[in-house]
T-cell receptor, first 112, second 117 residues
C-alpha cells in the first residue's frame, strides 16, 4: 500500500522565519509528487515534482524532490501570517486516472 | 483558470434524509472528477473517481449504494449521500483533473461540510 508521510505534523514560527516541510514516500510505480496548500477549505495547487534534483520555485516557496531518498521538501522563506495553512503532499499514482494519495499534512502557523 | 465550484458549502440534515452535493468545473471541461472525505485534523481520503459518461470507480471500503455519484456532463459531477446518518458527518471535497499540460493536477472545490443530526 502506498504511503506518504509528512513531518512535522504541526509547526509554529514567527513571521520572517524560514521553514522546511518534509514529505517522505513509500510507493510502487512512482510518478510525481504534488504539494498543495489548504487554508480554510479548498486545497490549492503549489508544485508538481517529477524529476529528482530540479527545484521548483514560486515566490518565497520552493520545492525539490530526491527520488533516491524518496523524499521531498517544501521551503518557505520570510514567512508571513498568510502562509498559515495546512500543507499537503500527495503522490500521483502511476497508471491510473491521476489518483492522488495524500499525506497527513503539516499544519503551519505563522505568528507576529 | 481551472476553477472548481462546489455547492452547498454547508448542509445540516436529519438522519435518514439524502443530501446531494454538486461539483462544477467552471472554466474547463473535466472528464474525471474525484470525491474525497476529510475528517478533522486528518488528510484527504479518496472515496471515488467520477468519470463522465460512465460508472464511478469506488475505493475499497466505500459503499456504492450509500454514496451515489453521477457525472452526467463534462462540467458537473454530483455526490448523493443516501439515508444519511450521524457517522456520515464530515467534510466532503471534490476535485477535477486538468486538461492537456495540467492533466495530472487536480483542482479542488471549496468543500461541503455535512452535519447529520
Amino acid at each position: 500500500e502506498d504511503k506518504v508521510v509528512q513531518s512535522p505534523l504541526s509547526l509554529v514560527v514567527h513571521e520572517g522565519d524560514t521553514v522546511t516541510l518534509n514529505c517522505s514516500y513509500e510507493v510502487t510505480n512512482f510518478r510525481s509528487l504534488l504539494w498543495y496548500k489548504q487554508e480554510k477549505k479548498a486545497p490549492t495547487f503549489l508544485f508538481m515534482l517529477t524529476s529528482s534534483g530540479i527545484e521548483k520555485k514560486s515566490g518565497r516557496l520552493s520545492s525539490i524532490l530526491d527520488k533516491k531518498e524518496l523524499f521531498s521538501i517544501l521551503n518557505i522563506t520570510a514567512t508571513q501570517t498568510g502562509d498559515s495553512a495546512i500543507y499537503l503532499c500527495a503522490h500521483l499514482i502511476a497508471g491510473t486516472a491521476s489518483k492522488l494519495t495524500f499525506g497527513t499534512g503539516t499544519r503551519l502557523q505563522v505568528t507576529l | 483558470g481551472a476553477v472548481v465550484s462546489q455547492h452547498p458549502s454547508r448542509v445540516i440534515c436529519k438522519s435518514g434524509t439524502s443530501v446531494k452535493i454538486e461539483c462544477r468545473s467552471l472554466d474547463f471541461q473535466a472528464t474525471t472528477m474525484f470525491w474525497y472525505r476529510q475528517f478533522p485534523k486528518k488528510s484527504l481520503m479518496l472515496m471515488a473517481t467520477s468519470n463522465e459518461g460512465s460508472k464511478a470507480t469506488y475505493e475499497q471500503g466505500v459503499e456504492k449504494d450509500k454514496f451515489l455519484i453521477n457525472h452526467a456532463s463534462l462540467t458537473l459531477s454530483t455526490l448523493t449521500v443516501t439515508s444519511a446518518h450521524p457517522e456520515d458527518s464530515s467534510f466532503y471535497i471534490c476535485s477535477a483533473r486538468g486538461l492537456a499540460g495540467a492533466k495530472n493536477i487536480q483542482y479542488f472545490g471549496a468543500g461541503t461540510r455535512l452535519s447529520v443530526l
